[in-house]
């Protein structure tokens, strides 16, 4: 079923007002680049525990800060047990690509195919300013590209050359399976 853009961007909007996180057309989404997390000026606490808050309320794979209007290089992914919060991720190595369902709080109700590494090497800063690199795959892996996309100001419909979008009911949740990748 074809899909207008008015409607889309209508309901997104309205959407997000009550979720509390930027609609797809806010300034804080397609900038080109959001800045370093700097763990000597910023709290990477306070983002932390807020990036946390709305992804737990949500129930979603994750989100970055700029959704938040946040204007730094962090997002947090879903865990089993605790939430995994990527400071200035750094994609190492990429394998296998296929095309997959995402969807995103910033488009809500809104699922498109995309393409996307299936295996993901990524350097990043933890909470404590700590280097690590860890390996994400499957749908850790697209969550990861999904959230490092919105840091670097690709908006979600650019991903796909396809105009095959799917848009479902409210509700609909896709894997709810931990997405935290492995050391």
């Not at 797809?24 to 800045?35: F, G, N, T, V």
Request: aromatic residues 10%; glycine residues 8%; proline residues 3%.
């Amino acid at each position: 079923e074809a899909v207008s853009g008015s409607f889309i961007t209508s309901n997104a909007l309205a959407l997000c007002a009550n979720l509390f996180i930027k609609p797809h057309s806010s300034k804080a989404l397609i900038s080109l680049r959001m800045p370093d997390f700097d763990f000597k000026s910023d709290n990477p606490q306070e983002i932390a525990d807020k990036l946390n808050k709305v992804l737990n309320h949500h129930n979603a794979h994750g989100v970055a800060a700029n959704q938040l209007g946040i204007r730094k290089r962090v997002f947090a992914l879903k865990g089993d047990e605790k939430n995994l919060v990527v400071f200035n991720p750094k994609v190492v190595h990429t394998e296998n690509e296929v095309i997959g369902y995402e969807g995103c709080l910033s488009y809500p109700n809104l699922w498109i195919k995309i393409k996307r590494a299936t295996y993901v090497r990524a350097r990043f800063k933890d909470i404590n300013g700590e280097v690590q690199t860890m390996t994400f795959d499957g749908m850790g892996a697209r969550a990861f590209l999904h959230e490092l996309d919105h840091l670097v100001g690709i908006d979600f419909l650019k991903t796909t050359g396809s105009s095959d979008w799917l848009v479902w009911l409210a509700g609909f949740s896709i894997l709810s399976a931990s997405i935290v990748g492995r050391r």
